[in-house]
């Protein structure tokens, strides 16, 4: 399964600030993290696309991304030769004119996240929910993907 | 207001895998301070703001997943979100007010009447 994670361009994924002062923890956790964990889940290695996770039963396929603060109308799901694609605009709805900034660690901008799901799922049974900041998409899948239990006729 | 996260996680070895700090934006206003935090997966009955002498706790607890099937990829952090920030003693403490809407904690801080700015009429 290929998951391609979305940069927004000439933005780095270097941390804020206050991602440096917690470099050492990042380094300690590096040396104490099993290998596979690390890439995904380490702060620093990650870029500006929603953090995600999938999950599989025998009948679907569950996409979860963290998405705070959005409208839903601003999020976008769409299915595209076996790739789920979540894109949209994380919006500053809050006005920040003759105010101070103190911390801006949150981003705002412009993201697209692509899942390359490993088996066919019916187009027509996705849906989407948005509660608490986190997208869930559910993805049924295709008849030809569930596994089958054939009989054996013996005679 | 100082905002300098207290790096309680440093200090406490036990404690460090528990918690993980929101990213948050501050700003200040003439009336006062707003602070919002990023807590995807938290909802209001998971949320704890705590006032306690100078400093502000956040402290948000993820709601439980609802998810039966086997993970075949994850990168979501599943710790719970905490972080300390220390008050401007300008602000009222008893009029601290907070609210969360799809993730996002917002807490209103606002400054006691007596530093606010205010004209001073000339006889």
Known sequence: ?155 | MQTTLENQTANNHAAREDYVAPNVNIFETQEGYVLEAEMPGVGKEGLDVTLEGTEITITGRRSPETVTGQPLFRERNTADYRRVFELDPAIDTAKVSAKVTQGILTVTLPKSERVKPRKIAVN
């Open chain 1, 1 to 155: 399964m290929n998951i391609l994670r979305w940069q927004t361009p000439g933005l780095t994924a270097w941390p804020s600030f206050d991602g440096l002062s917690t470099l050492r923890n990042e380094i300690d956790r590096l040396f104490q993290a099993p290998l596979g964990e690390l890439a995904p889940t380490s702060h620093l290695l990650r870029g500006s696309g929603p953090a995600l996770d999938i999950f599989e039963d025998k009948d679907s396929f569950v996409v979860k991304a963290e998405l705070p603060g959005m409208k839903k109308e601003d999020i976008n799901v769409s299915l595209h030769d076996g790739s789920l694609s979540i894109s949209g605009e994380r919006k500053n709805e809050t006005k920040s004119e003759g105010t101070e900034v103190y911390r801006a660690e949150r981003f705002f901008g412009r993201f697209q996240r692509t899942v390359n799901l490993p088996s066919q799922v019916a187009a027509d049974k996705i849906s989407a929910e948005y509660k608490n900041g986190v997208l869930t998409v559910t993805l049924a899948k295709a008849e030809e993907a569930k596994p089958k239990q054939i009989d054996v006729q013996v005679n």
